[in-house]
């Protein structure tokens, strides 16, 4: 079946480490997001890919960077300059081009601090 | 920038009850798409229904249906015959039409916390 896969379903962060989560899709699908969720606040967007080796900040990008090496693959990297990490973190795919295909999500990566 | 805003953050409904979640939007952009997404417990994220904004034709599916009303940028959802599956976070958000190239860059609205009571 394809999907989008996203690991671990839970980490934990000490104080001044880099974490990175993983997120995997069989979609073939072209751009790639990261979403973050706090309680009460819906969904905001990290970064975003449309294509491999390309990547744009999305509305709250400080403290994250990522990667798109692979097609199928984009990694977050929550770095000891995000200073409130503790959260929801959901990946998403899509197609590109004239369509109005929806995103697919992962099943999330919750991330706590130690 | 486009803002979503839902203004219920918490509604109830008896099974088999028909409810509605309401969702206003602001954009300058003609050329758009809005969705309903649902997480349940799992924090599964879901696509419920979606509504092409060109299209004045109400979305449907199943039991579930949207009121657009685009001069209002209003955009609500209408549960009908409520089911205890239903209970979970509901988003609306808002996309713009895309260019050749560009992705589906998505933005959410805070949430509505439904609980489906038996």
């Known amino acids: 079946d394809g999907g989008i896969t996203q690991s671990p379903k839970y980490l934990f962060r000490k104080e001044g480490q880099n974490v990175t989560l993983s997120c995997e899709q069989n979609l073939n699908h072209d751009a790639m997001y990261w979403y973050r969720q706090d309680p009460g606040q819906g969904l905001r967007l990290i970064y975003y890919s449309q294509i491999v080796n390309d990547f744009q900040k999305g509305d709250i990008a400080e403290g994250y960077s990522v990667s798109r090496e692979k097609k199928e693959s984009f990694p977050l990297t929550v770095t000891s300059a995000q200073k409130n990490p503790t959260a929801f973190y959901l990946c998403a795919s899509s197609t590109t081009g004239l369509s109005n295909q929806p995103q697919h999500f992962g099943d999330g990566t919750r991330l706590s601090i130690l | 920038a486009q803002t979503v805003t839902q203004s219920q953050p918490e509604m109830s409904v008896q099974e088999a009850e028909t409810v509605t979640l309401s969702c206003t939007y602001d954009t300058s952009e003609n050329n758009y798409y809005l969705f309903w997404y649902k997480q349940p417990p799992s924090r599964q994220m879901i696509l419920v229904i979606r509504q092409e904004a060109y299209k004045q034709q109400n979305a449907t599916e199943n039991r579930f249906s949207v009121n657009f009303q685009k001069a209002a940028k209003s955009f609500s959802l209408k549960i009908s015959d409520s089911q205890l599956g239903d209970t979970a976070m509901y988003f609306c958000?808002?996309?713009?039409?895309?260019?050749?190239?560009?992705?589906?860059?998505?933005?959410f609205g805070e949430g509505t916390q439904l609980t489906v009571n038996p």
């Open positions: 958000a808002f996309m713009k039409g895309r260019e050749e190239t560009s992705g589906s860059r998505l933005t």
